[in-house]
């Protein structure tokens, strides 16, 4: 019998792509080695490296990476806080789901950044209003991966806890959000990635510090390879936060291997 | 302790499904409870189990709760609704948490279960290492450890091949007997009916009424020789006769969009 079970079964291994990886690095250095693009335009690796290194020495990037997390942290922190309350609550309760599905729906789809103005009106210059722009893009995503994993908890499982009388605060505790739990993480990885695109951008529209302000100086400055710098650093900041919510995924999914 | 169904009828949207149900489940009974698809056998046991308001009459518990009992009902459930993220022993410790029940006892209850229903050696086990009938066995152990007066069982075999089916029925016919408790098994398997029960009551196709009683008059432990087999074979062959118009016109029914 020929073989016609072949193939649909793709398979990340790591050799390939180190080499990819590497043969772009290598590519990209000869192209600016060999000087074919002007390197105002397009710094090469090692000038990147250089850079980081200067600013990593100089304190310079600390200062701004500590803003930015900062900043980056109060306004997912609180997003999400609120974000799992209101939640859940849609998820529960028809009065709640009524009133908030319809409010969701009109305001998930406003790009938050846009709000940023009138948020300075309100709350005045300085870090408030940047943090609440990142609360508010963290929110809604939030409250729409926590009420869809609240939706999605097996209907089997809460009949399972009524019918032994288990009281509401514990299903809700032991049942629902365990099992939601899944969704809420995934939740978390698009309000991260949300959270670090606000950031860069209510800096480069109005701070001194943080990276994103780093990077619309540097490019004021044409000075490329610092912007190129302040971009590699999004890059691994976007990377640790993904590898962290992966390794909380794998910690408290065990259960599901 | 004996729990009693008095004229209950039921419907979902104007669909009626139950009309007018007596039914008694005695202490100590087994009472299997056939009928055609989609008749209300499950919808019965929910308005058993609290879990269902009736449209129509009521749902008493008559005598005294037998002693030591933590929880006069409990229920067996067809996909044996474990808690996937917790372990065997967890699963069972879920139902008697917000007992009072100290934490020494509880250990003893939980031990005694697993114990009962030969589980001992999988305690810490989480459902998805287990086969169906050991996640069954887990979802009877779960069932027995708040010793109930009254368990309710919704087609606990139905999702088991037969193998698995056969093995348990013998484990079901033992525990049966040994344990005090008062039996509604719902099933569509009339095997399993004049197998485990002491008395079968046939529902009419829906609206579910009740249309045939019968006991079966031998010992529960005698059932599996080969001198009983004519007299069960008899009696299924009179339950089928009940039944078969009703599956019949069940099976042709195009479901209410
Ligand atoms: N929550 C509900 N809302 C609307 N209709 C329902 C609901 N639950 C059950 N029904 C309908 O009521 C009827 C009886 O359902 P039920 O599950 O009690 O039957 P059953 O005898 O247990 O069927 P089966 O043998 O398939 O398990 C079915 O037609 C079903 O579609
Ligand atoms: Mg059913």
Not at chain 1, 31 to 54: D, H, K
Not at chain 1, 60 to 71: C, G, K, P, Q
Not at chain 2, 50 to 58: E, I, K, R
Request: proline content about 6%; charged content about 15%.
């Amino acid at each position: 019998m020929p073989f016609r079970g072949r193939g649909f079964a793709p398979a990340a291994t790591a050799p390939p792509a180190i080499l990819a990886f590497a043969t772009l690095i290598t590519v990209w250095q000869a192209v600016g080695t060999a000087e074919w693009v002007n390197p105002l335009f397009l710094p090469s690796p090692a000038a990147i490296a250089r850079a980081l290194w200067t600013l990593a020495a100089s304190g310079e990037l600390w200062t701004h990476l500590t803003r930015s997390a900062l900043r980056v942290g109060g306004g997912w922190i609180a997003g999400t806080a609120g974000g799992l309350v209101v939640g859940c609550a849609v998820g529960l309760f028809s009065l709640t789901r009524s009133v908030g599905l319809s409010l969701v729906s009109a305001f998930y789809p406003i790009p938050k950044i846009a709000l940023l103005p009138l948020l300075i009106l309100w709350l005045g210059i300085g870090e408030t209003p940047k943090v609440a722009t990142i609360a508010l893009g963290v929110f809604f995503p939030t409250v729409i991966a926590v009420c869809g994993g609240v939706d999605q908890v097996p209907r089997n499982l809460i009949r399972m806890a009524q019918s032994f009388d288990v009281p509401f605060s514990t299903i809700l505790r032991r049942v629902i959000l365990p099992s939601a739990l899944p969704a809420i993480l995934s939740g978390f990885r698009i309000s991260s990635s949300t959270a670090l695109l606000l950031v860069v951008s209510s800096e480069m529209i109005g701070a001194d510090s943080g990276i994103g302000a780093f990077i619309t100086q540097a490019g004021n400055l044409m000075k490329t390879a610092d912007l190129l710098a302040g971009v590699v650093v999004l890059s691994i900041l976007g990377l640790v936060v993904a590898r962290t919510i992966s390794w909380l995924e794998r910690r408290a999914l065990r259960w599901r291997a | 302790m004996d729990l009693l169904a008095q004229a209950i009828g039921h419907s979902f949207d104007g669909l009626t499904v139950l009309a007018d149900v007596s039914l008694a489940i005695r202490s100590r009974e087994v009472v299997a409870i056939v009928g055609p698809s989609g008749c209300g056998k499950s919808t019965l046991l929910s308005i058993l189990g609290g879990l269902v308001v009736p449209a129509s009459g009521q749902v008493l518990i008559r005598g005294r709760e037998p002693p030591g009992c933590i929880s006069p009902i409990a229920a067996v459930f067809q996909d044996f609704a474990l808690l996937p993220w917790r372990s065997v022993e967890d699963n069972i410790r879920f139902v008697l948490d917000h007992r009072p029940v100290g934490p020494a006892e509880k250990r003893g209850i939980v031990a005694d279960a697993l114990r009962r229903t030969g589980l001992s050696e999988f305690a810490a086990a989480y459902p998805r290492q287990l086969s169906g009938g050991m996640k069954q066995r887990v979802g009877i152990a779960r069932a027995l450890a708040v010793r109930p007066a009254i368990l309710l069982m919704d087609e606990p075999l139905s999702a088991l091949d037969s193998q698995t089916r056969a093995v348990l029925i013998e484990d079901l016919t033992r525990l049966l007997d040994a344990e005090r408790v008062g039996v509604a098994y719902v099933t569509h398997t009339l095997d399993e009916a004049v197998r485990l029960a002491d008395r079968v009551v046939v529902l009419s196709a829906r609206p579910g009424r009740i249309q045939d009683v019968a006991d079966v008059g031998i010992p529960r432990s005698e059932r599996a020789r080969p001198s009983a087999q004519k007299e069960l074979a008899a009696l299924q062959a009179r339950l089928w006769a009940s039944i078969r118009d009703g599956a019949i016109a069940a099976e042709r029914e195009v479901a209410r969009a």
